[in-house]
């Protein structure tokens, strides 16, 4: 890594299911890995029910947008960025079909003032039981 490459993590969003920091700031770039709408220091869902076997018996994608928004600024805060410094943003949902109006509809309310490039693709599968995932790419002050 050069000074101006460096991985962080903050406790203040939710662990990583792998061995990644939540972001990696790489000159006046800051890249964040997947970030679900999990709380932070638990294994808790916001708006998802698991059956005995631990599947998905009931979800509500409202919730899990404005948790993983909200997980997003906490990341972007932990790393000297704000909401307006996002620049690309690639979204994942597991059913577009039904999904797709009501996060739209969230998504334009989170970014009515700063509006990055977007991606939303659908993908059969997250690596823990979400129906939303964003990857994120902002820019960052070079102090950092």
């Known amino acids: 890594m050069t000074p101006s490459d460096h991985a962080i993590s903050t406790e203040q969003a939710p662990k990583p299911v ?50 993983v928004f909200q997980n997003v600024r906490t990341i972007l805060e932990a790393s000297n960025a704000t909401w307006m410094d996002l620049i690309d943003v690639t979204v994942f949902l597991t059913n577009m079909d039904d999904d797709f109006a009501i996060y739209n509809k969230i998504y334009a309310e989170y970014f009515s003032e700063n509006q990055p490039c977007r ?13 939303i995932e964003l990857k994120c790419i902002a820019t960052i002050n070079e102090d950092f």
Do not use: M, W
Request: contains cysteine; charged residues 15%; positive net charge.
């Open 18 to 67: 792998g061995l990644y920091p939540h972001a990696r700031k790489v000159g006046n770039l800051l890249f964040l890995s997947g970030v679900g709408p999990r709380k932070a220091g638990s294994t808790e869902i916001p708006g998802v029910e698991l059956d005995a076997q631990g599947n998905i018996s009931r979800y509500d994608i409202a919730a899990q947008c404005h948790s």
């Open 119 to 131: 991606t939303t693709v659908e993908i059969n599968k997250l690596p823990t039981p979400i129906a």
